[in-house]
């Protein structure tokens, strides 16, 4: 357990650590934080504000923030904030990930958007999404992406949403898991960074009633029909 001086009742929301081993902080009342051998440091966002939600290093050191005001980037020391004026579908961001290839996946209020080449692409409900609450995103290492929503979670495959988001294909296929595959509650809907992919590809998600864990690589449909009750 680490005190951090003068900030022992801040909610943190989410926790990320760059490549030179400080440890950046969301959190719902200070903004964003960081923590450098024991010296707790204020990092300043274009327009962030206090509230923020996860926070994303990627692999070519920028510090991604999501908000209710929208996305930030912080790279070099230059702030940058992000929002529907630069083709997002929502400026209420609940979660930002990496994946494997090094592209941005952003979850919004209003629909999925893909970063790609400075330019965001956007995948919603008339495309074949689940839901356009997205509250979790986190790309798996099997070429899906996979979304936490009010409603369970889905996933799509990683290129059939861009060859969508592209004007190559004209929807994407989505599979969901709900109560019947499993989960214990529907609502993966947490305030944060509360999905993770650990070393061994294997998902976690926080739920209203629990953890929920998958691997993708062994993951099965159970085509079975309920059973029926009169």
Same mark, same amino acid.
Request: hydrophobic residues 40%; negative net charge.
């Given at each position: 357990?680490v ?13 990320? #650590? +760059?490549? #030179?081993?400080?440890l ?5 009342? #200070? ?8 010296? &707790? /440091?204020?990092q300043?966002? #274009?327009?962030?504000g206090?509230e ?8 070519? *050191?920028?510090?991604? &923030?999501?908000?209710?005001?929208? !996305? ?23 979660? &930002?990930? /990496? +994946? ?17 080449? *400075? ?18 995103? =986190? ?24 060859d969508?988001? /592209?004007?190559r294909?004209?929807?994407v ?5 709900? =109560?019947? +595959? *499993? !989960? ?7 305030? *944060? @960074? @509360? ?7 294997? =998902?976690?998600?926080?739920?209203r009633d629990?953890?929920?864990?998958l ?16």
């Amino acid at each position: 357990r680490v005190a951090l001086p003068g900030l022992a009742n801040v909610r943190v929301r989410a926790l990320a #650590e +760059d490549a #030179e081993g400080r440890l950046w902080i969301a959190t719902a009342d #200070e903004g964003m934080l960081r923590l450098t051998s024991r010296r &707790v /440091e204020r990092q300043a966002f #274009e327009d962030l504000g206090h509230e923020v939600g996860g926070v994303t290093v990627a692999s070519d *050191g920028t510090v991604w &923030v999501s908000s209710i005001g929208g !996305l930030h980037s912080l790279k070099a020391g230059r702030a940058r904030r992000w929002g529907t004026a630069d083709g997002l579908p929502s400026d209420a961001v609940s979660s &930002v990930a /990496e +994946d494997p290839e090094g592209d941005l996946w952003v979850g919004t209020r209003g629909g999925l958007a893909h970063l790609h080449g *400075g330019r965001f692409h956007v995948l919603t409900t008339q495309q074949g999404l689940e839901d356009d609450a997205i509250m979790q995103v =986190l790309p798996d290492d099997t070429g899906g992406l996979w979304m936490g929503t009010n409603r369970g979670l889905f996933h799509v495959d990683r290129r059939q949403a861009i060859d969508v988001m /592209e004007g190559r294909r004209t929807a994407v296929t989505s599979r969901h898991l709900g =109560l019947e +595959d *499993g !989960l214990r509650n529907v609502e993966i809907n947490s305030a *944060g @960074s @509360s999905a993770w992919k650990d070393p061994d590809g294997r =998902l976690w998600f926080a739920t209203r009633d629990g953890l929920a864990s998958l691997d993708p690589a062994r993951l099965t449909r159970n085509l079975l029909p309920p059973p029926g009750a009169i």
